[in-house]
Nanobody, 120 residues
Framework: QLVESGGGSVQAGGSLRLSCVAS????????MGWFRQAPGKEREGVAT???????NYANSVKDRFTISRDNAKNTLFLQMNSLKPDEADRYSC????????????????WGQGTQVTVSS
């Protein structure tokens, strides 16, 4: 089970920190990711972090977003800075077992998401 928190409303240029607590999986061995989706749009990969701590970001968020994980607390984070109005989406965390995919593919466990609203 993956449970996100930390969403909310922020003005353009503001910051939010999302969290995702995992249970029922061997968290430290999983690649974790953040995705976002707006109504009527396809889901978009935002960032991933594998079990070794190697990170990957969508080009649109590089240098503004930071993904991190705390294996001792089974928790995934996404620090989002300089948020833009078009990034007002529902953000979900996801988990992928070892060797089950690459880049944005192969994620099999998903949270319900947390809503981020960015006002201009």
């Amino acid at each position: 089970q993956l449970v996100e928190s930390g969403g909310g409303s922020v003005q353009a240029g503001g910051s939010l920190r999302l969290s995702c607590v995992a249970s029922g999986i061997y968290y430290s061995r999983y690649c974790m990711g953040w995705f976002r989706q707006a109504p009527g749009k396809e889901r978009e990969g935002v960032a991933t972090i594998n079990s070794d701590g190697i990170t990957n970001y969508a080009n649109s968020v590089k240098d503004r977003f930071t993904i991190s994980r705390d294996n001792a607390k089974n928790t995934l984070f996404l620090q989002m800075n300089s948020l833009k109005p078009d990034e007002a989406d529902r953000y979900s965390c996801a988990a992928r077992g070892a060797n089950q995919g690459s880049n944005w593919l192969g994620f099999t466990y998903w949270g319900q998401g947390t809503q981020v609203t960015v006002s201009s």
